[in-house]
C-alpha cells in the first residue's frame, strides 16, 4: 500500500519560511516523479510543483516560481517543497503527489498525501 505522509506545516508570518517534507512508503521512490499541490480555503485544488525522476528537471506554478524549491533525497524516499518569501495568498492544505503512470507527470498524480496546513496571516 502506498502512503505519502506530509510534514512541515504551520503558522509563519508574511515573508517567512517553511519547509514542507512528504515520506513515501510502498513503492520505488525513485523512478517516479513527485509533486505538490495546494487547496485554499473556498479554492479548487491548483498545483504548485513537481520533480521529475532527474531532479534537475522541475516544473513550478507562475504564483510560486522564484520564491519555491522543490527537491528530492532518493535515499529517504522524501520529496520537499522549501517555500520562502511566503504570502497571505500561499495559505491553503499542501499535499504530496506521485505520478505513477506511463504517461509521467503530463497525468493526473496516482496518490496523495493527506495533506498538511500552511497559514500565512495578513
Known amino acids: 500500500q502506498v502512503q505519502l505522509v506530509e510534514s512541515g506545516g504551520g503558522l509563519v508570518q508574511a515573508g517567512g519560511s517553511l519547509r514542507l517534507s512528504c515520506v513515501t512508503s510502498?513503492?520505488?521512490?525513485?523512478?517516479?516523479?513527485m509533486g505538490w499541490f495546494r487547496q485554499a480555503p473556498g479554492k479548487e485544488r491548483e498545483f504548485v510543483s513537481a520533480?521529475?525522476?532527474?531532479?534537475?528537471?522541475?516544473r513550478y506554478a507562475d504564483s510560486v516560481k522564484g520564491r519555491f524549491t522543490i527537491s528530492r533525497d532518493n535515499a529517504k524516499n522524501t520529496v520537499y517543497l522549501q517555500m520562502y518569501s511566503l504570502k497571505p495568498e500561499d495559505t491553503a492544505i499542501y499535499y504530496c503527489v506521485d505520478y505513477t503512470t506511463s504517461a509521467g507527470w503530463n497525468s493526473s498524480p496516482t496518490h496523495w498525501g493527506q495533506g498538511t496546513q500552511v497559514t500565512v496571516p495578513s
Open positions: 510502498g513503492h520505488t521512490f525513485s523512478i517516479y516523479p
Open positions: 520533480i521529475n525522476v532527474n531532479p534537475r528537471i522541475t
